[in-house]
């Protein structure tokens, strides 16, 4: 594939229910990023994975929060029990490895009712 | 860890002027340092990058400077067009595939 791609490109879902959210990166890319951009905000790091392996937890705001990665390729982010504040637009972003520059998708617009 | 800073968070220009966006970084172990642009609705795009073994690069009418000592970076549009319009954001880290932390964007407005 060209980049990274990620779906749903949109989800609506009731406030408690849980969510899938997929990102697809780009082949070969062994590093894949998680972000949350709320509505006119900035870039909130969640959690990053290099490889099937993710080192750095420290941004998932609370253990209602989950991510994983097989196959060192498709990563899925679970959201539990959804709150209203969770609606955000879910990025995602890959790099090759040693240090190259990040790849964004178009990331998935998550809306709590 | 790292703290990026970035000003100023908007900022509007005639359409032919300069604009420019500084940020401030806290980690002198910091060594690459991207900047994206979003359009609305769409995905942050990598413009230009620069490292800490260069002071300066230019791509076109984009170009960025960093100081290391100062620990502040910083974009410079000449010629803005309309379609400069956009949210610049600037971000930093240190080596290897660690996070990239970004600051908090800047509107751009170019104004016909």
């Known amino acids: 594939g060209a980049g990274v791609s990620q779906s749903p490109s949109n989800k609506v879902t009731e406030k408690g229910k849980d969510v899938e959210l997929r990102c697809d990166p780009i082949?070969?890319?062994?590093?894949l990023y998680w972000y949350r951009q709320s509505l006119g905000q900035g870039l909130e790091f969640l959690i990053y994975?290099?490889?099937?392996?993710?080192?750095?937890k420290s941004g998932l705001p609370s253990d209602r929060f989950s991510a994983e990665r097989t196959g060192g390729s498709v990563s899925t982010l679970t959201i539990q029990r959804t709150q209203q504040e969770d609606s955000a637009v879910y990025l995602c972003?890959?790099?090759?490895?040693?240090?190259?520059?990040?790849?964004f998708g178009d990331g998935t617009r998550l809306s709590i009712l | 860890g790292e703290n990026v800073e970035q000003h100023p968070s908007t900022l509007s220009v005639q359409e032919g002027d300069s604009a420019v966006i500084k940020c401030t970084y806290s980690?002198?172990?910091?060594?690459?340092f991207p900047w994206y642009k979003q359009e609305l609705g769409k995905r942050p795009q990598l413009i230009i990058d620069?490292?800490?073994?260069?002071g300066e690069k230019k791509d076109q009418r984009i170009a960025v400077t960093l100081n290391k000592t100062a620990k502040h970076f910083s974009l410079h549009i000449t010629e803005t067009q309309h379609e400069d319009s956009a949210v610049y954001f600037c971000?930093?880290?240190?080596?290897?595939?660690?996070?990239?932390?970004f600051g908090k964007g800047t509107r751009l407005s170019v104004i016909a």
């Open positions: 972003a890959s790099s090759p490895l040693r240090a190259q520059p990040q790849h």
């Open positions: 082949s070969g890319h062994t590093a």
């Open positions: 994975f290099q490889g099937n392996s993710a080192p750095d």
């Open positions: 980690d002198s172990a910091s060594n690459y």
């Open positions: 620069i490292r800490s073994n260069v």
């Open positions: 971000a930093a880290r240190d080596s290897g595939n660690t996070p990239l932390v």
